[in-house]
């Protein structure tokens, strides 16, 4: 089997993320306007190209499921469907607003240190507590596959890690400053976000070739 299709699949959706980070530079930082194109807009084109990216690994997961008769990856679509859902209906602010609201009298704007709102924290502790539960889910699928997916999904473990450091760590400090600095860390975050969940679309498709032959 060759995979050149996936790899090139890689390459392309790798040379849109990183246009819509480029062009997200050019909108911050120069008198160029792209808003439509910036990362770290709300429901604009580079945030619609990740629900895609979702889609896709869940639409695979789909396929993988039913080819291999294996729970697991029936399990495994819960991950990129939240992550789908909480871009799309932007849960962790909803959420984070209640917890925040929860644990602080005032106003949940109202800051702590520097630019750092309750709002933040009640998001932090809000995302802290969803990535443990689908952490939980992904060990659990881990650990009731045989030791061909078991390589793959240890793949996709790491990249999913490198997704979370974005969208939990750098999401978290990037409030703590403001300007130029504010700014880069929106780009880094999103982009970040972006380019991670690119390797893992690619690795899945690559994963249901490698499943077609062995079937065949």
Known sequence: MNFKKSNSFLFFILFIDILFILLSILDYFSDFKFGYFNVAHENKFAEQFQYLKFLVIAT????????????????????????????????????????????????????????????????????????????????????????????????????????????????SIHQLFHGFMYDLLDVIEDGGEMISISFITAYFLKFLQITKKNII
Do not use: W
């Open 60 to 171: 695979i997961s789909f396929l993988l499921a039913i080819k291999k008769r294996s729970s697991q990856f029936l399990v495994l679509m819960i991950i990129p469907i939240y992550l789908l859902g909480d871009d799309a209906i932007q849960l962790h602010e909803r959420f984070g607003t209640a917890l925040a609201s929860f644990l602080y009298e005032g106003n949940h704007n109202d800051t702590l240190i520097s630019n750092f709102r309750y709002q933040d924290i009640g998001e932090i502790l809000y995302m802290s507590l969803i990535s443990i539960f689908l952490f939980v889910t992904f060990l659990i699928c881990l650990k009731s596959s045989d030791s061909f997916e078991r390589y793959f999904l240890k793949k996709i473990l790491k990249l999913f890690i490198i997704f979370g450091i974005f969208a939990l760590f750098i999401d």
